[in-house]
């Protein structure tokens, strides 16, 4: 294939640069063992620019774990 070939339009720019801006931050959660103030300076990110992208990319933190109730 040559440079100036025509890439396939079926995708658009924004959904490619989307799929691959949230590949790469949960590759930084990954590595940051979900610490998002780590994963924000890895990416050189503010961690309110971090959330933000992740907010609007559909990517939410893990729920906080709820302690088990006792059985009665």
């Keep these: 294939m040559h440079e100036h070939e025509a890439v396939d339009t079926s995708t658009s ?5 989307d799929a691959y801006e949230r590949q790469l931050i949960q590759s930084a959660l990954t590595a940051a063992a979900g610490n998002q103030r780590r994963a924000a300076a890895a990416l050189g990110l503010l961690p309110t620019t971090l959330h933000e ?4 990319l559909g990517l939410r933190r893990r729920p906080e774990p709820r302690p088990q109730q006792l059985a009665s």
């Design 13 to 17: 720019l924004k959904s490619l640069v």
């Design 53 to 56: 992208k992740m907010k609007r």
